[in-house]
């Protein structure tokens, strides 16, 4: 079996791509690894959030430090 290596974002253009294999990764070297610990992980609630981006049906929202929404440019 090759080298198990962590998914370099600067290889991506699509975040949703990233997101799902390094979801992958981290649950080949963690069979416990939950989509609702990634959540928590990132500091985000909400597992079904997620799943709507990995899958292209909902956009990343970044989210500054007073708790504001920032669009995507």
Sequence with gaps: ???LKQPDPFEYFEYSEFLKDYFDYRKRL???FT???F???AGI???AYLN???HG???LLMQDQD???EEPY
């Design 30 to 32: 963690d069979a416990t």
């Design 39 to 41: 959540m928590s992980d």
């Design 45 to 47: 609630a909400g597992t």
């Design 35 to 37: 989509h609702r610990q």
């Design 67 to 69: 708790g504001q929404i």
């Design 52 to 54: 709507r981006i990995i």
């Design 57 to 59: 049906s909902r956009t």
């Design 1 to 3: 079996m090759g080298e």
